[in-house]
């Protein structure tokens, strides 16, 4: 699969996260265009996440982040659920209020099918994903994460073990699976 997202289908994907969203907050039905151009990749089966930001001053903070690693929905409706679920659904924080929404912005991550990563010292930061599964446990790093915190590739190997509740240096046991992935990643 040729994986990029088209300017059009960028704005498509940000609208709507936005569109299901505001719905959600005036408790009203989502307003949504009836059908897309059938080879586009908003009607390709797609994992992605969501994130929400909010700006207070001069200060941008996360107020919400959830995703799938892949889906059997479109990509147009994979965005839809995960921005409602990073809206309101995020155990970490509250349910958004309307008020705190209009100093959000949304970033979605459009995530490329995995692939078993066989050799960590070939992952490129600020490239690749990071997907860990081991004894139960899971964790997932966005490509736009180590870069954002200035990890170098020992610490983004580590704070994946982290992330799925692991100590470092977990993703070399032999019962590990590391797994990688790219993402297109649309701002507004």
């Known amino acids: 699969m040729d994986f990029t997202i088209g300017n059009e289908d960028k704005r498509i994907l940000l609208a709507q996260a936005r569109e299901t969203i505001t719905a959600e907050l005036e408790k009203r039905k989502p307003v949504y265009p009836d059908s897309y151009e059938n080879g586009s990749i908003l009607n390709t089966p797609c994992g992605a996440f969501v994130t929400l930001h909010i700006t207070n001053g001069s200060q941008r903070n996360l107020r919400g982040c959830i995703g799938r690693m892949s889906a059997n929905l ?86 994946i073990c982290i992330k799925a509740g692991l100590p470092p240096g977990s993703y070399n046991a032999p019962d590990a699976q590391l797994l990688t992935f790219t993402a297109v990643v649309l701002n507004e």
């Open 74 to 159: 479109p990509l147009i409706e994979t965005v839809r659920l995960m921005a409602k679920e990073a809206a309101f659904g995020d155990p970490r924080f509250p349910p958004l209020k309307k008020d705190e929404f209009q100093h959000c912005d949304i970033e979605i991550s459009a995530l490329s099918p995995m692939i078993p990563c066989s050799d960590p010292r070939q992952v490129k930061v600020g490239v690749h994903g990071l997907y860990l599964i081991r004894g139960g446990r899971a964790g997932v790093l966005l490509p736009q994460v180590p870069v954002e915190q200035g990890w170098n590739l020992d610490e983004y190997l580590d704070y």
